[in-house]
């Protein structure tokens, strides 16, 4: 059985900046839990869970017809998943196109996995353990400028996760590139 999802890579240096957001974050000192990883960024449009060889198979099969066009994607903002209890600091994205891929995603896959209902695009800087005083936390968390960055979107990525002790790895088991429609004049 393997871990699989499906995401969007982040370019390089994109993933720098987020880096330097965790540094600023890690100065705090007022929260413990685990950052992720620079090569681990990306932006998950679905997790599937563990999976057989033969389910993958049949996911890469459904996914090998999936069709968009290329799209800029903005990131925008520092956000928490929940201010009460906080457990996930994440990059979040703007209203657009993603939305649409992870629908056409979430539908092609309808058949074997329940649908997302309230997807959230966005990217997880950290897994949070612990936070010391979170209202001071949450208002330092808002300081941290955080510029929009923009991207183009060209592929979608089926991923392995692999768990071990020094953290996850990922492996990607297909890429999807985007399709470019000629213009007709």
């Not at 330097?20 to 974050?25: A, D, L």
């Not at 997790?47 to 198979?57: A, N």
């Not at 060209?154 to 999807?176: H, M, N, P, R």
């Amino acid at each position: 059985m393997k871990r699989v999802f499906i995401s969007v890579e982040i370019p390089e240096d994109i993933r720098r900046n987020i880096l330097k957001v965790q540094k600023e974050m890690d100065k705090l000192g007022l929260i413990s839990g685990k950052f992720t990883e620079f090569e681990n960024l990306h932006l998950t449009l679905k997790f599937l869970g563990e999976l057989s060889d033969v389910e993958i198979r049949a996911i890469q099969e459904k996914l090998n017809s999936l069709e968009f066009e290329p799209f800029e994607l903005t990131l925008n903002e520092l956000g928490v998943f929940s201010e009460q209890f906080i457990r996930i600091i994440w990059v979040g994205v703007e209203k657009g196109e993603i939305f649409n891929l992870q629908r056409k995603v979430d539908d092609m896959l309808d058949n074997l996995f329940p649908s997302e209902n309230r997807f959230m695009g966005h990217i997880t800087v950290a897994r949070v353990k612990k936070v010391e005083q979170k209202k001071m936390f949450l208002t330092e968390l808002k300081k941290i400028k955080f510029p929009k960055f923009k991207f183009k979107v060209d592929k979608v990525c089926l991923k392995e996760s692999k768990l071990s002790q020094f953290g996850a790895q990922y492996q990607t088991l297909l890429e999807i590139p985007a399709i470019k429609i000629p213009l007709t004049i």
